[in-house]
């Protein structure tokens, strides 16, 4: 007589000891992330070198930076539904193509404000897939353990890498050959493309949810080697939860909406802050009395912070398996840290409020892509993840738009700090507000091995 064992893949994927693909696939996804921070932010280096021979006043320069966030809105809104229906790995690959070509074609042909801003969106468009999906792919194969640590070393290292790496090129490399180069850099995303071609397996949550069985079974033996006999000899039979024919009203069904209105208000204010400030930190330093180098400094610092804040945070949830209470408490003290300036100047007062912003508001943004992935089932979450930074890219959008509309209003950036840390703190009372930390249901899909 044969005994029959049933191994619940979401648990074979949440017990892993995280391993020699785990580290490749985090490796990946940073590097893919890396572009999208360098992409995202480097237009605040382009406003200096093109304000004053393209007549911009500062509402339009402030949509210098906010055009590529529209495309980002579309692109982060349609591609879950996309890649809930056909993969996270060609979904992945087709933003990646997207971004490297339109960015390839900004310093060839954006020679306006017309022109580059609908490059900008073009860009936006691929950008808008990249660093959801990345969070959702990543959460899909990290162990429970570490799940927020994992995930925050491929997906927001990668991003917080990317923004300094645009901080650091805007310094050293555009004052010798101009914005431009800042794009021609960008643009060594289509080798990674090319790469990634070959080597980016599917999620195995996604192959479950289509029942593609040895698919499954080969990428499980690869997560957990020391399972591959277990493996090799099992009957896989899988019973996923069914595709959502509308996953967007899925989430806004009564068992999840108020979770999901919580999370979508938190990131439109978390997003209007973090590009409202990193829009505009070097022009508003440079106001403050700080030097070019200093005040494109600023960016840079803010990035590296961030992802150290990233960690903090990430770390501290993992370990009270909640991230609610510590994204509460990571937002309010960077809504403090920005209103500080308000009242405080001089060069350090600048340094450590530019950098506690970054480490808390930032840092917390990328713990609440980590809450969005985890708080939803595998039918919906890629939606979910798109749908939070879609609905988040509208605060984007308006954050550098409505901090260049004050300063030419008031000719001064305090209200701007007042405006932002306001934003942060109504973020932090928002994600306090919910009960406790969702819980998804768990994926039916089981593999029957044969004893």
Request: include cysteine; charge should be positive; aromatic fraction near 10%.
């Amino acid at each position: 007589m044969t005994d029959h064992v049933n191994i619940d893949v979401n648990e074979e994927l949440a017990e892993a000891k995280v391993g020699r693909l785990h580290k490749w696939l985090g490796v990946m996804m940073a590097t893919l992330t890396l572009f999208d921070g360098y992409d995202t932010f480097n237009p605040a280096y382009v406003i200096h070198y093109v304000a004053g021979p393209w007549g911009l006043a500062p509402g339009q320069a402030g949509f210098l930076v906010s055009s590529g966030l529209v495309g980002f809105l579309i692109g982060a809104g349609v591609h879950g539904i996309v890649a809930d229906r056909v993969g996270r790995r060609a979904t992945l690959l087709g933003g990646l193509w997207i971004t490297s070509v339109f960015t390839l074609a900004t310093p060839l042909f954006g020679d306006s404000f017309v022109m580059f801003c609908t490059l900008r969106v073009l860009t936006g468009l691929g950008l808008g897939v990249l660093l959801p999906l990345a969070t959702t792919y990543i959460n899909e194969l990290a162990p429970r353990r570490v799940a927020n640590t994992f995930s925050l070393w491929g997906v927001a290292f990668g991003w917080a890498l990317g923004g300094t790496m645009a901080g650091l090129v805007g310094v050293f490399l555009t004052p010798l050959f101009g914005w431009k180069v800042l794009y021609w850099i960008g643009s060594l995303s289509i080798p990674l493309t090319i790469a990634l071609h070959f080597c980016l397996p599917e999620s195995v949550k996604f192959l479950a949810l289509k029942g593609r069985i040895e698919d499954i079974r080969a990428l499980l033996t690869r997560l957990r080697p020391e399972r591959a006999e277990v493996y090799r000899n099992a009957r896989l039979v899988v019973t996923g939860a069914a595709t959502q024919r509308n996953p967007v009203a899925a989430l806004l069904r009564p068992q999840t909406r108020r979770t999901t209105l919580t999370i979508w208000l938190a990131a439109f204010l978390s997003l209007f802050c973090i590009f409202g400030l990193t829009g505009w930190i070097p022009t508003v330093m440079m106001k403050r009395g700080e030097t070019f180098a200093a005040s494109f400094g600023f960016g840079a610092l803010m990035q590296i912070m961030s992802f150290a804040g990233g960690l903090a945070c990430g770390y501290l949830a993992d370990r009270r398996g909640s991230s609610r209470s510590v994204l509460a408490t990571w937002w309010a003290l960077g809504g403090l840290s920005v209103l500080s300036l308000v009242f405080l100047d001089g060069h350090v007062v600048n340094i450590v409020c530019t950098a506690a912003a970054g480490f808390f508001v930032i840092g917390a943004q990328y713990v609440l892509n980590n809450f969005t992935a985890r708080s939803f089932d595998t039918n919906v979450r890629a939606t979910a993840v798109g749908m939070m930074l879609s609905v988040g890219r509208f605060g984007a959008i308006l954050g550098p738009f409505v901090v260049g509309t004050l300063q030419q209003v008031s000719a001064g950036p305090m209200p701007m700090f007042v405006l932002i840390g306001c934003a942060s703190i109504v973020a932090a009372i928002a994600i306090a507000s919910l009960a406790a930390r969702p819980a998804p249901t768990r994926e039916a899909a089981v593999l029957h091995v044969h004893g």
